[in-house]
Nanobody, 120 residues
Framework: QVQLVESGGGLVQPGGSLRLSCAAS????????MRWFRQAPGKQRELVAV???????YYGDPVKGRSTISRDNAKNTVYLRMNSLKPEDTAIYYC??????????????WGQGTQVTVSS
């Protein structure tokens, strides 16, 4: 009933930039926090960034200072702009959102992921 679809991943050179998008659709009453996670080969899944419905943000240490999370509430979309990309940023990036479809409880939803590869 609620779907998150990531886009914008691809191959970039070290030092380059990329902007990921995640659009939520379906039976959405409201979206609270939206998050980006990533899973790199041989590593645990880690939180990249969080943005609340009011626009407050949090960044994980590996991307702090070179990434920006933002959202467009009218489009139910969250973005992640990454600058100064490093090979260590290579991972599948997943979108996550806390969604209410009505008066029920908040539920977590996940996107299918988008691959980011940083390589020369």
């Amino acid at each position: 009933q609620v779907q998150l679809v990531e886009s914008g991943g691809g191959l970039v050179q070290p030092g380059g930039s990329l902007r990921l998008s995640c659009a939520a659709s379906g039976s959405i009453f409201s979206i609270n926090a939206m998050r980006w996670f990533r899973q790199a080969p041989g590593k645990q899944r880690e939180l990249v960034a969080v943005i609340t419905s009011g626009g407050s943000t949090y960044y994980g240490d590996p991307v702090k200072g070179r990434s920006t999370i933002s959202r467009d509430n009218a489009k139910n979309t969250v973005y992640l702009r990454m600058n100064s990309l490093k090979p260590e940023d290579t991972a599948i990036y997943y979108c996550n959102a806390d969604v209410t479809s009505g008066l029920g409880p908040v539920k977590d939803y996940w996107g299918q992921g988008t691959q980011v590869t940083v390589s020369s």
